[in-house]
């Protein structure tokens, strides 16, 4: 049976307790601190609406080792066609990224409930935007965590051609600067495999985390200045 979440802070290791889709939990809340121990432990949250929150561990994982990304000659050609700006409009890429639509996929895991505890995570420093600006006009972005020296990709959009692709090379390209060691993609897909993500195990996903996941106020606290 999968376990039920209480009040207590905790969740079941998910080398030991996960079903076979990568179910770890249920329940409990969208705290910050429930979020960033999920975080720390390889765990993210995914449910729809009516569901309650389902806690997730996949095996396997997939990863973006940042030297690993494609940036071809096409796309990097097509950056200079974008203003790129960080952590200037969180609430209005999570926004997007829940309403774009998704190739057999009906509806958003991104459900009112998950924008309102992601937006305390961005108040609170750990969890930032990635935004692609045309004419001023906001056409694309991501946003995600941010744990120790990993960064843990939660979704993207584009409303015009590369929009969300060019966010992620300027991603890539800053976390190198901060030496992180990778990106966490969670599911496997098609297109993040294309720009150069792969699949791990489970058991490999959580030792690399464990070895640079601390998180520290300086750890968080992203340098902008220097973009």
Request: hydrophobic share 40%; glycine share 6%; proline share 5%.
């Amino acid at each position: 049976m999968i376990p039920r979440l209480t009040y207590q802070l905790s969740f079941p290791d998910p080398l030991r307790h996960t079903s076979e889709e990568g179910i770890v939990a249920y329940g409990g809340d969208l705290s910050p601190s429930r979020l960033m121990l999920a975080y720390r432990m390889g765990i993210f949250p995914w449910y729809s609406v009516n569901d309650p929150i389902l806690w997730w561990s996949p095996n396997p994982r997939l990863i973006l080792e940042l030297d690993d990304f494609k940036l071809n000659r096409s796309l990097r050609k097509k950056i200079p066609q974008f203003e790129i700006r960080f952590d200037s409009a969180f609430s209005e890429v999570i926004r997007e990224c829940a309403t774009a639509p998704r190739r057999g996929q009906n509806g958003s895991w991104i459900v009112p409930e998950m924008i309102e505890a992601y937006e305390n995570l961005h108040a609170l420093g750990y969890a930032h935007s990635v935004e692609t600006y045309q004419n001023g006009v906001l056409v694309g972005g991501l946003y995600g965590v941010s744990l120790g020296k990993v960064f843990c990709g939660e979704s993207m959009f584009a409303k015009v051609s590369d929009a969300s692709k060019v966010a992620l090379a300027v991603l890539v390209e800053y976390l190198k600067r901060l030496e992180f060691d990778f990106i966490d993609c969670q599911v496997p897909t098609e297109h993040l495999k294309s720009l150069g993500a792969k699949e791990i195990s489970r058991t490999v996903f959580l030792e690399r985390l464990a070895k640079t996941s601390v998180v520290s106020s300086e750890e968080t606290a992203w340098n902008l200045g220097n973009i």
